[in-house]
């Protein structure tokens, strides 16, 4: 059975940091990338980074660069989301998906959900300003 579990969502003041944990299982992690979303409420689904198989790409939306960073322990089969100088804007709930990766795909499909085989339930971030 395929599962993506986050963990590590609360509530921060702004200007805090978070790190969000996506633990992995049923699947062969090598082969996936990992992206990370997030949805507000009453807005879309929006990417915010992802990491390829590989883990020697990394992708981040525009308004995270910077203060975000993604990365991967392949021997844990788990993917964290380090966020830093958090803003009241990015208050969400933040999923972890699995994409069966590609040379095909560049950052385009990496943040674009629809492209994603497996989702987790999700996180929640509460940034208060």
């Known amino acids: 059975e395929v599962q993506l579990v986050e963990s590590g969502g609360g509530l921060v003041q702004a200007g805090g940091s978070l790190r969000l944990s996506c633990a992995a299982s049923?699947?062969?992690?090598?082969?996936?990338?990992i992206g990370w979303f997030r949805q507000a409420p009453g807005k879309e689904r929006e990417g915010v980074s992802c990491?390829?198989?590989?883990?020697?790409?990394?992708y981040y939306a525009d308004s995270v660069k910077g203060r975000f960073t993604i990365s991967s322990d392949n021997a844990k089969n788990t993917v964290y989301l380090q966020m830093s100088s958090l803003k009241p804007e990015d208050t969400a709930v933040y999923y972890c998906?699995?994409?069966?990766?590609?040379?095909?795909?560049?950052?385009?499909?990496?943040?674009?959900?629809?492209?994603?085989?497996?989702w987790g339930q999700g996180t929640q971030v509460t940034v208060s300003s």
């Open positions: 998906a699995a994409l069966r990766d590609s040379t095909y795909y560049s950052g385009r499909h990496y943040l674009s959900p629809s492209w994603y085989d497996y």
């Open positions: 049923g699947f062969t992690f090598d082969d996936f990338a």
């Open positions: 990491i390829s198989s590989t883990a020697d790409s990394t």
